[in-house]
C-alpha cells in the first residue's frame, strides 16, 4: 500500500503537485502534476491572476494524486507572497485579483507615506520597501472602492486553502510579507489599520503554521478521496527555508524567480542601516527570516519567452560562451515588470554608457553576472548590519540547479558556497506536514 503525503507549491510562473513516500528506507519523491501559472489580462485591466485556473489546476493535481495512490496522508500548500483575494458577503471573489506587478501602487506610495512615514513603517513591521507590498495594494483598493465591498481578506494560499476546506485562515509566514505585521506581536498592527482606515473586520490574527483541517466534504466527493490539509508555512520562501538545513545567523540564498538573501535571526534587527539596505523581517517557524529580495531570475523566465529559448539549459550553455560581463542594476524599477525585458535592459547600458551587447548569450550573462555580483554586495551588507562574519553562502531552490549561473556566483564571491540543486520549498512543505502530523 503506497500512502504519500502532498506538497503543492505554486509560483509565479508555475506549480506542481509533489508526492512524497519512503520505500526501501529510501525518501521517495514523485511529481503528480505541473501546470503553467503567469500574469494575464483583460481589456480593462492589465496583470492580474486567473485565481479560477490556479483553483482548477490545484483541484486536478489533487484528483489525479487520489488515482494514483492508496492512500494521501496529508497535503500542504505554498505560494508567492504579497497578493490576496477579497470576497463580499457571499464569499464571491470581488474581481479583479491583482498581480503584484501590476503599476497600480505607483501613484499612492507618497500618499501612504505621507499619512504613516516610511520611517515608522519599518519601526513597526521591519518590512523592506517593496512597491507592491500589500500594505499598499490595499490602499488602492480603498481609493478605487473595491475595500467597501469586502467582507473577507485572503492572501493567495489561504484563499486556495479556503477553497480546500471552507475555513479562512491568515497564516503567519504569508501575511509577514504583507507590510502590515507588528513584529512586537506578530498580529495585523492596529496602528496601521487604523490611519490608513483600513476595515478592522478584515484582519485576524494570523495562525502559526502546523495545523490541519479536512478537506470540505464537497471537495473531497468532486476529487475522489478525503484527506486532511495541513496549513504549512504558505509563503514559498518560508517553506524553502525549512526544507535545508541552515543553522542561525547562516547566510541563505533562495534562487527562483525572485532571488531572497538572508539569515535565520532571533530578534528583529531595527537599525538604521538594516532599513537604509531595505533588509526585511519575514515569519519563520521560531526564528525571523532577516532578507533583502534581489530581481532574481524572473529577468530570465522573461527573456525565455522574448528570446525565444526552449530550455533554461541552452541559455545557460549560450551565456557560458559569452564574454560580455557588463553589470547593470537588476533592482531597478524598469526590470519590474517591462514591455520587454531585452529593451529594458539595453535601456540601462545605454543610459550608463555601457557597451551593449551583441548576441542572445551576452544578453543572458550581462544578467548573470549581475545577479551574482548584487548577491556579494547584499552579503557584505548583511555582514555589515549583523556584525556577523559570513564565510558561508547555502544556495537551494530551482536557480541552483544552473551549473554555470554557480560558477558565475563563485566568480564575485568570497565565500565558501553550498549548493543545494533540490526543489527546497517543496520539501520544507512535507517537513511541516510530518512535523506536526500527529
Known amino acids: 500500500m503506497k500512502s504519500v503525503r502532498i506538497a503543492i507549491d505554486i509560483g509565479a510562473s508555475g506549480g506542481r503537485h509533489l508526492a512524497y513516500y519512503i520505500e526501501n528506507g529510501k525518501d521517495i519523491y514523485e511529481e503528480v502534476y505541473r501546470f503553467k501559472n503567469y500574469m494575464s489580462g483583460t481589456p480593462e485591466y492589465s496583470l492580474i491572476w486567473d485565481y479560477q485556473r490556479l483553483v482548477d489546476n490545484v483541484f486536478k493535481g489533487l484528483k489525479i494524486a487520489f488515482e494514483t495512490y492508496d492512500e494521501v496522508l496529508s497535503v500542504g500548500l505554498d505560494t508567492w507572497g504579497v497578493d490576496y483575494a477579497l470576497l463580499d458577503e457571499k464569499k464571491e471573489v470581488i474581481k479583479p485579483v491583482f498581480a503584484y506587478r501590476n503599476p497600480r501602487t505607483e501613484a499612492i506610495i507618497k500618499e501612504v507615506h505621507e499619512i504613516i512615514s516610511f520611517e515608522k513603517l519599518y519601526e513597526i513591521t521591519g518590512s523592506q520597501f517593496q512597491s507592491f507590498n500589500t500594505i499598499y495594494q490595499l490602499y488602492c483598493d480603498k481609493k478605487s472602492g473595491k475595500l467597501d465591498k469586502a467582507k473577507h481578506f485572503l492572501m493567495m494560499p489561504e484563499f ?33 489599520i487604523e490611519k490608513l482606515s483600513y476595515p478592522k473586520h478584515l484582519f485576524d490574527k494570523p495562525v502559526q503554521p502546523g495545523i490541519f483541517h479536512p478537506l470540505a466534504e464537497d471537495v473531497s466527493k468532486a476529487l475522489g478521496g478525503q484527506t486532511k490539509v495541513c496549513l504549512v508555512a504558505t509563503h514559498d520562501t518560508a517553506s524553502a527555508v525549512e526544507g535545508v538545513d541552515i543553522d542561525l545567523n547562516q547566510a541563505y540564498l ?52 522574448e528570446l525565444g529559448y526552449d530550455d533554461y539549459f541552452q541559455m545557460a550553455d549560450d551565456a557560458s560562451c559569452s564574454t560580455c560581463c557588463e553589470l547593470i542594476d537588476v533592482n531597478d ?39 551574482a555580483k548584487s548577491y556579494e554586495d547584499a552579503l557584505d551588507e548583511l555582514e555589515e548590519i549583523t556584525g556577523k562574519k559570513i564565510e558561508t553562502l547555502t544556495i537551494f531552490g530551482g536557480g541552483a540547479q544552473n551549473k554555470y549561473f554557480n560558477k558565475v556566483i563563485k566568480k564575485y564571491s568570497t565565500r565558501d558556497l553550498v549548493i543545494h540543486p533540490i526543489e527546497a520549498t517543496a520539501i520544507g512543505n512535507l517537513r511541516v506536514q510530518e512535523k506536526y502530523d500527529e
Not at 337 to 360: C, G, Q, R, W
Open 254 to 305: 533562495s534562487s527562483g524567480t525572485w532571488s531572497l538573501l538572508g539569515m535565520k535571526v532571533k530578534e528583529p534587527i531595527l537599525t538604521e542601516i538594516a532599513r537604509e539596505n531595505n533588509f526585511s523581517h519575514e515569519g519563520g517557524i521560531g526564528y525571523i527570516r532577516f532578507q533583502k529580495n534581489i530581481m532574481g531570475l524572473w529577468m530570465t523566465q522573461f527573456l525565455k519567452n
Open 333 to 371: 524599477e524598469s526590470f519590474l515588470a517591462p514591455v520587454s525585458m531585452k529593451d529594458a535592459i539595453f535601456d540601462y547600458l545605454k543610459k550608463h554608457h555601457k557597451k551593449l551587447p551583441e548576441t542572445n548569450g551576452d544578453i543572458l550573462n550581462v544578467v548573470y553576472h549581475s545577479l
Open 160 to 192: 486556495l486553502y479556503y477553497k480546500l476546506t471552507g475555513l479562512m485562515l491568515q497564516e503567519y509566514t504569508e501575511t509577514s510579507t504583507s507590510g502590515m505585521i507588528d513584529l512586537k506581536t506578530n498580529d495585523f498592527s492596529t496602528e496601521i
